[in-house]
């Protein structure tokens, strides 16, 4: 049976876990260190331009949303603020503990709580607009729209209620394998028609108006002779381009389709727990073993390969400028050079993990660290 990566260990189901060995933990004391920090000659500069706190993540996984030059986040506590340039325009209490980082379009600031109830937020000043429970737990951030407001469950289904006062929309269920990754990745709502990617390596396109399927592309085929070796889950959201959607899934393949017939434009070999990213000319993808890779955005071809984090549980890649940004287990922020992959800058925003995803802001970035340190660079 091929043997899990130590980083995919605590995202498999409960069920699986009871039944697991103490010895797959990577956070056990026996488990493998992390690779050492290599030496290199600085080619640029992490800037922090200003740093926030906005309580622990606990076993969740809080991401900022950016929104112009607001940044909003939110902790398991239950506090969820709006931050501009450093400064702190709201910050607010919701009264509960919260498992999800927030959703915005710049009108609406949405947040779910851990008994399953949605908070819909205004992004003014913080007061309260309205609340919807669902009756589900719910770990990623969710969609926002001027019409719709979608969150994914965890067993993956997905509920839109109205964004103007969370009533229920539609919902969109498929059957699920009997084994899947415990996913923190969201949904794209993309104009029209909802992005998703899916347990067994389907990545579906739902109209946004009903919750109708409109069609479902395979990023991957689960392959092998155990529930674990077809675990074949797509890893993070699809990245949407001019004329392109891509996805990659654990144990599968990265791949890009075309969005006017959905005929796969290439496809490639790959397992990732956390995703890519991608512009014009490369597709960045994390793999389960801590390497990021480049490839070609036309053809899917390697273009290069890091591999010197390995066992740093490194985060989903975000392309800044000529810049790959990564995050890692013990809070260094990582920037590659996005020609060649060398090592171009290193700073430390904290020493808890980075779990989740880097968000754009303006010339650089934000990253928020599991005790809740919310940090702003500027690349340089």
């Known amino acids: 049976m091929k043997t899990p990566s130590l980083r995919l260990v605590p995202l498999l189901v409960a069920a699986l876990l009871a039944a697991g060995c103490s010895s797959l933990n990577p956070f056990a004391s026996s488990a493998p260190k992390p690779a050492p920090l290599v030496d290199f000659k600085p080619g640029a500069q992490l800037v922090a331009k200003w740093q926030a706190n906005i309580g622990e993540a606990e076993h969740y996984r809080f991401q900022p949303a950016v929104w112009s030059d607001s940044v909003y986040a939110a902790g398991n506590e239950g506090e969820v603020a709006r931050f501009e340039d450093g400064r702190t325009v709201w910050r607010i209490d919701t009264g509960g503990e919260l498992s999800s980082g927030v959703g915005t379009d710049g009108r609406l600031a949405v947040v779910v709580a851990t008994d399953g109830t949605v908070i819909a937020l205004d992004t003014d000043n ?32 997905l509920i839109a209620l109205s964004a103007r006062d969370g009533s229920r929309r539609w919902v969109y269920q498929r059957n699920n394998p009997p084994l899947a990754l415990r996913s923190f990745a969201g949904v794209v709502l993309e104009g029209p028609v909802v992005l998703a990617g899916f347990p067994g390596g389907k990545l579906a396109v739902i109209n946004a108006a009903n919750g109708g399927a409109i069609t479902e592309l395979n990023v991957a085929v689960p392959r092998g002779a155990t529930e674990l070796e077809r675990v074949a889950d797509v890893a993070g959201v699809p990245v949407v381009g001019r004329r392109e959607v891509c996805a990659v899934a654990y144990q599968g393949r990265a791949a890009c389709f075309d969005t006017s017939n959905g005929n796969a434009i290439w496809s490639r070999e790959f397992s990732s727990s956390v995703g890519m990213d991608r512009d014009a000319r490369f597709a960045l993808i994390t793999d ?48 590659l050079a996005r020609e060649t992959g060398a090592f171009a800058a290193r700073e430390r925003a904290g020493s808890d993990p980075i779990v989740a995803d880097p968000v754009p802001l303006r010339r650089g970035f934000v990253v928020q660290g599991a005790g809740g340190d919310i940090t702003a660079y500027e690349v340089r």
């Not at 990021?292 to 975000?318: E, I, N």
Request: proline share 5%; glycine share 8%.
């Open 288 to 335: 389960d073993r801590d390497a990021v890779h480049a490839l070609d955005a036309a053809s899917g071809a390697s273009v290069w390969k890091q591999d010197a984090l390995a066992r740093r549980h490194v985060s989903r890649p975000l392309i800044v400028g000529d810049y790959v940004i990564v995050g890692d287990l013990e809070g260094y922020v990582h920037a």
């Open 126 to 157: 913080g007061s309260e607009r309205w609340r919807a429970p669902i009756g589900a737990e719910v770990l990623a951030p969710p969609a926002v729209s001027l019409e719709l407001v979608i969150v994914r469950a965890s067993d993956n289904r």
